[in-house]
C-alpha cells in the first residue's frame, strides 16, 4: 500500500513537471523593449515571429502589426479611430508640430558608409552603420536648418520580425531605413551638436498572449494616419517633461 502510494505520488509529479514544461495555450515567445525617440517620446514594443505591438507610452496610439499579412493597424484608444493600410503605403506621420520639428529632411544628405559589429545595447548584438554627409540633395529639398552632419544607427537580427515590420517602425521614428531592427541612433549635426536620436533602456524576453496582436473592433475607420494623432497633446506634454524641453536630450 505504501509502495503503491509512493508511485501514484511519482506519477502525479511527474505529469506536473510534463505539464510545466508545456507552453500556454494561446501564448507565444518574444521581447518587450522600452524605447525613447527624439520624434514620439516614450514607448513600449512587443515582438514575436507571429507579431509587433508599438504602444506610445504618452499617448492613446497603438501600432498592431501581425502574420501573415503583416498590414498596419494604427489606432486611437479614446477617440476610437483606425487606420489601416499596406506596410510600403505606411508614412508613419507624427502630429504636425512635431513633424515639422524633425523631419525626414535631416537624414537626406546622409549616405551610410560602413557596417561594422558593435558591442550590445540592452542584451542585443547590434551591427553598427555610420551614415555621413554627402552634400547632395534631391532636385527642390527644402534644407532643414538642424540638418545633420553625420549618424550612427545600431540594429539588431535578434528580433524574428519581417523586413517590412522594420521599415514601418523606422518610419515611426521618422530615422533612416537601415538593415536591422533599430535599436539605437546617435545624430550630430552641422553645427556640432551632438544628440541620441533613439535609445532602447530594456529588452526583456517574455511569453505573453498572442491576444496582444488582436485589432480592436468596432472602431471608425479613417483614411488618414493624421485622424489619429489628432488632438492628442499628450506626446507634446511628454516631450516637455521627459526630455527637459529639448528633443533628443540623451
Not at 509512493?6 to 524605447?35: D, N, R
Not at 561594422?116 to 554627409?133: D, P, Y
Request: glycine share 8%.
Amino acid at each position: 500500500m505504501i509502495v503503491l502510494t509512493k508511485v501514484s505520488l511519482m506519477v502525479a509529479l511527474i505529469c506536473w513537471c510534463l505539464t510545466m514544461s508545456l507552453p500556454v495555450v494561446g501564448s507565444e515567445s518574444g521581447f518587450i523593449l522600452s524605447q525613447r525617440s527624439g520624434v514620439c517620446g516614450k514607448a513600449e514594443i512587443y515582438v514575436s515571429s507571429k507579431g509587433l505591438k508599438l504602444v506610445q507610452k504618452s499617448t492613446s496610439c497603438v501600432l498592431i502589426m501581425k502574420a501573415p499579412d503583416w498590414k498596419v493597424n494604427y489606432f486611437n484608444m479614446d477617440s476610437k479611430v483606425l487606420y489601416e493600410t499596406d506596410a510600403k503605403k505606411w508614412q508613419g506621420k507624427s502630429p504636425g508640430y512635431i513633424a515639422d520639428l524633425m523631419s525626414d529632411s535631416r537624414f537626406l544628405a546622409l549616405a551610410p558608409q560602413k557596417t561594422a559589429n558593435a558591442k550590445s545595447i540592452a542584451g542585443l548584438h547590434c551591427n553598427e552603420t555610420q551614415l555621413v554627409h554627402i552634400g547632395i540633395l534631391p532636385p527642390n529639398t527644402k534644407l532643414n536648418e538642424n540638418e545633420l552632419k553625420s549618424a550612427t544607427y545600431y540594429g539588431t537580427s535578434a528580433l524574428s520580425v519581417p523586413d517590412q515590420a522594420v521599415l514601418v517602425v523606422q518610419r515611426f521614428y521618422r530615422i533612416p531605413t537601415i538593415k536591422g531592427f533599430p535599436v539605437k541612433v546617435d545624430v550630430s549635426d552641422l553645427q556640432g551638436h551632438n544628440q541620441n536620436e533613439l535609445n532602447t533602456s530594456s529588452c526583456v524576453k517574455s511569453v505573453f498572449s498572442s491576444s496582444i496582436f488582436d485589432v480592436p473592433t468596432g472602431y471608425k475607420k479613417v483614411t488618414a494616419e493624421e485622424a489619429v494623432t489628432a488632438g492628442d497633446q499628450g506626446l507634446l506634454q511628454d516631450m516637455s517633461t521627459d526630455l527637459g524641453g529639448k528633443f533628443g536630450t540623451p
